[in-house]
């Protein structure tokens, strides 16, 4: 009997994981379908043909096409992502609607639009999720009672949003506290107080430290001792945002993701971190597949987070990625005719194969580092 329900449990928490795994992927594959729809919006527009939009990967298990225009769309049962598949993409044709035969400029665009959906589904997931959720903020748990910034300037449960004109945004724990530890003086800050904004600035001085009872009273250190700062001890807490306030902080936000993933491939080539701090698609996989676990509103975020990243790596000039392409497109304006399409058609090729070990290699030295 003990046995019989062990089992059961196993098997109940067996099927929870599998069905995280696959909420995981499903969100994934949101992203990547949101990437081929913006290929797919801008080549309509721009009088591109297309041959299909698919969902998944594999052997399509549902599949319509358009009597119109002979356009397929089909979804396939591997939910790995999709693809949006144009007249000779990567041939040559003598079809005005073909791919290679439009001008490179409309290429570009239509290159460009799969990371700019990207962009713009993160922002919008972003907003909504500030509004309903909160943004991740630095708080004032307790204010030291000698501080200079004491007297009002600063109080308990006020709310950072910016510093010196520009949004206090969290993506990692230190990077609140870096402002205010590597800041030499004055700060001009604004705070949220009691649902008000409010500019003031704040001050750098000596205060005596100790701790705070339950009942916030102030206990200083038996020694006396003191520290230079801005008097006051912080703690990081997601508050709701007014929406309007949550579209423009997502904007921040984004570009602050942005440049975290410029300067984590910085790092990665000047070797300040190691190859296990990335990860390919398994770990991706697992991420989400966490996220999943920990509740919608931690998967929406980091739905958001790699939705950003997806746009960013899919806009080097990397072969076989839309960067390059976009690279291609760039070098055939400036010589006024295109690169052979065999030579790309090989180096996208060669690119693509590259990616490939590349991300096999990163995920098995990740689980073996």
Not at 187 to 196: M, P
Request: charged share 15%.
């Amino acid at each position: 009997m003990i046995y019989s329900s062990f089992s059961l449990v196993t098997f109940i928490g067996v099927l929870e994981t599998i069905g995280y795994i696959m909420l995981g992927l499903l969100a994934l594959m949101f992203m990547i379908v949101i990437h081929e729809l913006g290929h797919y919006i801008s080549g309509k527009l721009l009088g591109f043909r297309i041959m299909e939009f698919g969902i998944g990967f594999g052997p399509p298990i549902f599949k319509k096409i358009n009597k119109k225009n002979g356009e397929i769309f089909s979804v396939r049962p591997i939910p790995l992502g999709g693809f949006c598949r144009f007249e000779e993409e990567d041939g040559e044709s003598k079809s005005p609607t073909a791919f290679n035969n439009q001008p490179a400029w409309k290429r570009i665009i239509v290159l460009f639009s799969g990371a700019l959906l990207n962009f713009i589904s993160a922002l919008i997931i972003i907003s909504i999720f500030f509004a309903a959720y909160g943004q991740v903020v630095l708080s004032i748990d307790n204010m030291y009672p000698d501080s200079v910034n004491s007297n009002g300037v600063l109080q308990k449960g006020d709310v950072f949003l910016k510093v010196n004109n520009k949004n206090l945004n969290i993506l990692e724990a230190g990077d609140a506290y870096k402002k205010f530890a590597e800041a030499d003086g004055d700060l001009e800050v604004t705070i949220l107080r009691n649902g008000e904004k409010i500019q003031t600035t704040i001050k750098k001085g000596e205060y005596t430290i100790g701790s705070f009872d339950e009942n916030n009273n102030f206990i200083p250190s038996e020694t006396g001792e003191k520290s230079y700062g801005y008097g006051f001890s912080g703690v990081l807490s997601p508050r709701k945002l007014p929406f309007i306030d949550s579209i423009g902080r997502a904007f921040s936000y984004m570009f602050f993701i942005v440049l975290k993933i410029f300067q984590i491939f910085g790092q990665l080539f000047t070797g300040k971190i190691g190859l296990n701090s990335i990860g390919g698609p398994v770990s991706t996989i697992q991420l989400m597949t966490e996220a999943s676990k920990a509740g919608f509103a931690s998967l929406t975020f980091v739905v958001s987070i790699i939705s950003a990243n997806l746009a960013v790596m899919n806009l080097l000039p990397i072969p076989a990625l839309d960067g390059s392409r976009i690279v291609f497109c760039i070098i055939e304006i400036i010589r006024r005719k295109p690169v052979s399409k065999k030579v790309e058609g090989i180096i996208h090729t060669v690119g693509f194969l590259m990616l490939i070990l590349f991300a096999v290699f990163v995920d098995l030295y990740r689980f073996i580092a």
